[in-house]
């Protein structure tokens, strides 16, 4: 039976209202819970969860396919961004939720998350779908389809029947985390989960993914501000030039990646300072998985609104063995935020030091981008030009 573009409309708005009654139910039960004085962390759990693993997933795949379609196809090009705005800011307020340690404040940033995607929601059933059903070119099924494929998981890891034994024993770990934290031993748990994304977070991303979420769950049972905390401070003090990493922009996944690429391209006794909007401490941990004894961590500010951290290599402590700068890979980074991610990458490179963009096209526009924002102030250099990937070190000029 063949689907229509009707038929495919009517598909994406079921799915949003599916979307809808699942947030708006798991917000219920975060708001039954501080009315009932109950420990309201499991319900937060619940939501937050639900967030990373449906809510955002399906934003990612509308950027990837349903949004380019508009832009090329509408009048509508500019209402994008402020969909993509929204994008950002429910995964913003869902991480934010995660700080909240009042029951009622967070029943309220609950309630509020789900109004703003049920609004969202409306914008896309209302404008953006009508709007490519009456241009008459767009295969809104096709769209569908490809939307589809976005949103499958990852092939897992043994064949036969199709079970993921790796998400089995992922999901064993998790629950015996979170019991290990309701007992009193969170830091343990932190500890555990933090060890298990360091194993998978190369080889299964969307596994890694789950564990990051159920990372901010766990670490608000931590009672101290950080592990370890005086094994990790820098006795260098914090140097005024060490470059700023925003990250507050930015998608949770995407947030780690540009941290990480930001430590990787460190020389030793050097740092920068991570800007965040709520308390990192599930990157603390994961940072303890990845690279023990290795970094320095020195919070300057800690909230209410703003956290600032900085993050260094400590002097003795050398980088890559072979000292190759790392790879900012973007190709799987929906097209409208690509550009957000490799700026912030650059903005909290050291001088002389660099990394290596990996596109799906020539990255040209963002030459000119660079030249307006950073005349003579950065490096542009081909290491491989197409036809299907390009690879540009980019590079921050020595002062």
Known sequence: MTTTG???????????????????ERANAVFRAAVDSRPHEPAVADFVAYVGEEILPHAAAEEKTIYPAVVAHTHLGNLIGEMITEHAALSMSAARLTTLTGAVAAADQAQEIAALFAAHAAKENDVLLPALIADGTVDLAELLGQMHHNLEP?????????????????????????????AGAADLACRIAASAWAEIHETRPDLATKVTTALHGLTRRVDSAAPDEAAHHCDCGHDAADPELDVRELRPAQRHVAIFDAYIALAPGTGFVLVN???PKPLRYQFEAEHAREFTWDALESGPEVWRVRIGRPHGVA?????????????????????????????????????VLVN??????????????????????????GPKVWRVRVGRALA
Do not use: C, M
Not at 364 to 379: H, M, N, T, V
């Open 277 to 279: 909007d709520h308390d």
């Open 319 to 355: 980088g890559n063995a072979s000292d190759e700068e790392p790879d900012l890979d973007v190709r799987q980074v929906a097209h409208f935020r690509r550009h957000d991610l490799i700026f912030t990458a650059y903005r909290a490179l050291q001088p002389g030091r660099g990394f």
């Open 360 to 385: 799906d096209h020539d990255p040209k526009p963002l030459r000119y981008q660079f030249e307006a924002q950073y005349a003579g102030e950065y490096s542009w250099d081909y290491l491989e030009a």
């Open 154 to 182: 990852a092939a897992p890891a043994s064949e036969g029947n199709g079970a993921d034994p790796q998400a089995a024993v992922l999901t064993l770990l998790l629950q015996a985390t979170g019991a290990l934290a309701r």
């Open 6 to 24: 009707t038929d495919a409309y009517e598909a994406i708005r079921a799915h949003h209202r599916a979307l809808g009654d699942g947030l708006t």
